[in-house]
């Protein structure tokens, strides 16, 4: 911070990131080194976490004012949000009263957190979204989502605007999820099929906007026909041109338009104009443009940011310095490549300080998730691993797998072994689209006490594999399935292809190296503390590959080879015997 640098580090799960983090960047702004921390994060639990972090500083003296924002969807009002004085009651008059209730806030609280933003404006009767924006100007640490700093669309103007830059600290958790989110901010795409549709609202009263529409249809329709799966496009000028007519056509329209349901498709379509348009102005060779049929038969044309660090660069760029962290930052050069552009940042790995005989880390091989090799027998056989783990200490256990499909597969085979056994288990099983009351009763099983072990099956990647923390006997036992590999597809393969062409491994970049970082968060989450005792089974066979093998942190030394579920047996006698 003092230097003005940027640094990654990796440490272990459970072994104080967050704090670690937080308590010199307090210090750096205690030395005038900083005016505003941020502090960003993925998930919504890794904000709670930050919040619980600076109320245990705050609780021992510090004098600071702390804001966790909130995504408008979430903390909104009404049912649906609708920001206009005609639906919304809080809209109008807002600006009259929102000075007075940022004086009430601000003078009473230092923890600004989502309940205590509702509150306040409930009270004021102000927009809680808008409050909460314009109560962060008099915080001294932010907490809050990625998007409120990177992304074009939602970065906080008030912070952030064009050619300004301040004294920011931004503190990046869980940066290993900024590739992909990056990837995504940073691109955009349009659908020849939203063209038609809005054509066909407006061409009675808008034949001039209507025309716009066609030409750029038309131009969709011959990239379409080229297409067979997906193409890869050199240069989209000429379609640019007329998007811009249609850009002007639609502004032209909305301020006429009085049928509410057709303006606020018109709208929708108008922003995702304006967002591909932002885009395709700052397009470089970090970019590849191409077209795709996608598995719905609607037909798109894609801007692709496929090396998001040059955007998140001119980010960065507006505070003084930043953290990257995680536990799981390796190989660092590849997160180095693709979080920044600056060549000299520092990058820091931290052993793990936990006794490593408290984890029994073995790696069953002889299964494969590999697609050719998929069969009820293979099913039967990841049954019967995960049905010797549980059966040899009772508790809690997780069980990733690749795909909701495969799980599916296994958890019917399991629930047959288990059928025919005495010994009764509770099975929990991750759902596809959860809300998030579905979500904690997930996780709240992981709570409570019981007598009987709980199998909890979920999606590796997913919502529990990551950011969950389950202590002591919480989580005795995770079983990871498969390498993570990502499922090829179109824009996998554009990855592999680019990196190819860099000279870097296409592959690596691509596919095994998100995977071995999906596999390293779920081990992750079985020890957490230095009283934590529990196992980690990585079941397939292609962890042995010494590509995958190079990936594996030192504190997995000690990965115990077994060569089927039957040899399981003495190994977790053993662990769980000492």
């Known amino acids: ?135 962060a100007l008099f915080a001294d640490a932010v907490i809050g989502d990625y998007n409120y700093v990177f992304d074009p669309d939602a970065r906080l103007r008030r912070f952030f605007a064009e050619g300004g830059a301040g004294g920011y600290l931004f503190l990046i958790d869980e940066a290993h999820n900024l590739v992909e989110r990056g990837r995504q901010m940073y691109s955009a795409e349009l659908c020849k099929e939203d063209f038609l549709a809005v054509k066909k609202l407006v061409k009675g009263e808008a034949p001039r906007f209507a025309k716009r529409l066609e030409a750029c249809n038309k131009i969709l329709l011959a990239m379409k026909k080229e297409c067979e799966n997906y193409k890869v496009l050199d240069n ?69 940011c496929v090396n998001p660090a040059a955007n998140l660069q001119k980010c960065l760029d507006k505070g003084n310095s930043a953290v990257f962290f995680s536990a799981t930052l390796l190989p660092i050069q590849y997160y180095k490549r693709l979080l920044s552009t600056e060549k000299d940042n520092y990058a820091v790995y931290i052993d793990s300080s936990f006794d490593t005989k408290k984890r029994l880390l073995m790696n069953g091989v002889d299964v494969s998730t590999r697609y050719t090799m998929r069969s009820r027998e293979m099913y039967q056989r990841y049954a019967t691993y995960i049905f010797r783990v549980v059966k040899a200490k009772m508790g809690n256990y997780l069980i990733f797998f690749p795909s909701y499909r495969f799980m599916e597969d296994v958890y019917q085979e399991f629930t047959q ?90 592959f690596d970049y691509a596919y095994r190296y998100p995977g071995m970082n999906k596999v390293l968060q779920a081990a992750g989450r079985v020890i957490r503390t230095p009283e934590d005792r529990g196992v980690v089974l990585l079941i397939d066979d292609r962890f042995l590959a010494p590509d995958t093998r190079r990936l594996m942190p030192p504190h997995w030394e000690q990965l115990r080879v077994v060569e089927s579920a039957e040899t399981l047996a003495g190994e977790l006698e053993r662990f769980w015997g000492r």
């Open 1 to 135: 911070i003092l230097r003005h640098r940027r640094l990654f580090v990796e440490a272990p799960t459970g072994t104080g990131k967050t704090i670690s983090a937080i308590y010199p960047a307090v210090q750096a702004m205690g030395n005038g080194l900083s005016e505003t921390i941020f502090y960003l994060t993925a998930r919504t639990i890794a904000r709670t976490v930050a919040e619980d972090t600076f109320g245990l500083l705050q609780d021992r003296g510090l004098a600071m004012k702390v804001i966790t924002l909130t995504a408008k969807e979430k903390i909104c009002v009404l049912d649906k949000v609708q920001c206009s004085p005609e639906y919304c009651p809080r809209a109008k008059g807002h600006y009259d009263r929102i000075n007075e209730a940022l004086y009430d806030l601000v003078t009473h609280e230092d923890r600004m957190t989502r309940e205590c933003i509702l509150a306040y404006a409930d009270k004021h009767q102000v927009c809680p979204f808008e409050f909460q924006l314009d109560a």
């Open 417 to 506: 072994l288990l059928a025919s056994d005495e010994e009764e288990m509770e099975l929990v099983i991750q759902q596809k689209h959860m809300d998030e009351e579905e979500r904690e009763n997930f996780l709240r099983a992981f709570e409570m006490g019981r007598e009987k072990s709980l199998i909890g099956f979920g999606v590796l990647g997913g919502i529990f594999s990551e950011g969950i923390d389950l202590t002591n006997e919480k989580l005795i036992g995770t079983l990871i399935i498969g390498t993570g590999l990502p499922q090829v597809c179109n824009e996998r393969e554009i990855l592999k292809s680019y990196f190819d062409q860099k000279g870097l491994y296409g």
């Open 236 to 304: 989209i000028s000429h379609f640019g041109i007329q998007l811009m007519n249609v850009l002007s056509e639609t502004d032209r329209y909305l301020e006429e338009c009085v049928d509410k349901e057709v303006r606020e498709t018109v709208l929708d379509f108008y922003f995702q104009v304006r967002s591909f348009l932002n885009i395709y102005d700052g397009l470089d060779e970090n970019y590849v443009i191409y077209t795709e049929y996608q598995e719905n038969g609607r037909f798109v044309l894609k801007l692709f």
